[in-house]
C-alpha cells in the first residue's frame, strides 16, 4: 500500500479534540498513520472552530500557508472539518481552492468516501445534519493517556443569541446510555482514571430521550464503574443546575470538586439579551449552595465583553459578579457577532477598543482572584493525577488536582497515569508549583 500519513490540527473546544480522535480512529481503519508535521503528510485535516471571528482568520491563514505542501506534491490532499466546515460549506472551497474536501460535523462516517473522490479529483462536500455514529469506535486514537472525553450528548438547543453552536452542531440528542456506559468500561479496562462527560450542556442529559436515565443518574451509573476514579463533566448551563444534581455531586467521592458554569455576564440586562435563561441572583444562589454543599469545590467561568448595548455600568455589573462569585478561573472573550445569529444584527455595538479595554479588566481582576485562591492552598497536600513531564524541563512533571488546577513538580516516568499526593509550596495565578509528599500514608 502506499504510504498513508494524515496531519491532523483541531481548533476550537473539548468537542472537536473528541471529534478529532474518532476521524483518527476512521482513518487509521484506512491505514493512516499520524504525523506530528505537515511536511510529512499525504492528507492535511483541518478540524474547525465558528465560535469567534478569530478562528475563522487563523484557519484561513492556516490554509493559505497550508497549500504550498499541495504545490510541491499535488497528490497531497487537504479537508476542512468541523464547525466552520459545517457553516460555510462549498463555500470554504471558493475561498481556499486548494481545498479538496469539506466534512461537516455530523457525518464523520463520510470521511473515507470524501478522501477516496479526492484521489479521483473530485471535491466533496459532505454536510449530514445527522448520522454520526452513537457508538464511538473502540479504535478512536486518544490524545491523553491519563483522561479521557466522553461524548454524552451532542448539539444544543439553548439558542444563546450570540452562538453558532446550534446551527453547526445540530439539535441537542442525548447518546443512548448503553454506548456511553460500554465506552467508560472499555477505558476503565485499559487504565484510563478520570473520565470527562463531554457536551454542550451535560445538565440537560436524558431530558430529550426516552430512556428515562436523567444526567445525575449517569453520574451514579458512570460511578459504579471499577477502575475510574475520578468524573468530570462540561459543560453545565447555569439555568440547568439543581439541587438534586448538587447534592448527587457531593454524595458520589469520584465526582471531582470541580465546576465550569458559564456566567457569561453579571447584568440582568444583558443576561435576558443574550437569553441565557437566568438572572444574576440566581446565579450567584447556585454558587452558594454549590459550596454550601461541596466545601471545596473550584468555579470557574466564561465571559463574553462588549455584547451589543452593554454600557459600562452593564460592565460594572460582570466586574462586581466576578469579585463576589469568587471564582478560581475564567475565560474571557469579546463579542463577535457570528453570521446567522440573533445577536449578529443587533443594534448599539460596542466598538472593538472599548471591548478589548474591559477585557483586560476582567482579566486583571481575575488574576487577583485566582492568585489569592491558589496562595491559600500552600501547605496543603493534594491529590494528583500525573500527566506527563512538562515541556520545558522533562525532570518537571505536571498533573491536575481534583479541583482541575495544574501542578508543576519534580516526577518520574513511573509516576505517569497514576495518583500521587504533593504537597503545594507556591501558589500562581495559573498553576501550583509542589512537591511529592513522600511521607503520605494515603499513597495508592
Ligand atoms: N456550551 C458552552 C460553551 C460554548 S462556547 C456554554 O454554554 O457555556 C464557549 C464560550 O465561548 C461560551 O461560553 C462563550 O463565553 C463564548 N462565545 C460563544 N459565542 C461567542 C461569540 N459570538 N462571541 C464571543 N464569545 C463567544
Ligand atoms: Fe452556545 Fe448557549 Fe448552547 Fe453554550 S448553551 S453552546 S453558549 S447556544
Ligand atoms: Fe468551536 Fe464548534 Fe466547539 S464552534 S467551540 S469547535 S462546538
Redesign the pocket.
Known sequence: MEKRTVYLKTFG?QMNEADSEQILGILGQSGYRSVDRPEDATLIILNTCA??AKAEQKIFSDLGRLKVFKMKDPSVKIGVAGCLAQSMGERVLSRQPAVDFVLGTMGLDELPDLIEKSGRGEKGVSLAMSGNSEEVRPDAVRSSLVQAYVPIIYG?G?F?T????PFVRGPETSRPVQYILKEIRGLAGQGYKEITLLG??VLSFGKNSKENVMFRDLLHLTHDIDGVERIRF??S?PRDMSLEIIETMARLPKVCEAL?L?V?SGSDRILHAMNRGYRRRDYLEKLELLRENIPDIAITT???VGFPGETDNDFEETLSLISEAGFDHL?G??????PG?P?ETLPDPVDPETARVRLEAVFNLQREISLKKNEAITGRVVEVLVEGPGRKDPAIFTGRTRTNKIVHFPGRSEMIGKLVHVKVEQGLPNCLIGRVDHQDKHKR
Open positions: 473546544c465560535i469567534r444544543c439553548n444563546c450570540y452562538c453558532v453552536v454542550q450542556n462540561v459543560t448551563h465550569h458559564p457569561q466564561d465571559i463574553i475565560f472573550f469579546c463579542f463577535s457577532p457570528r445569529t445577536a
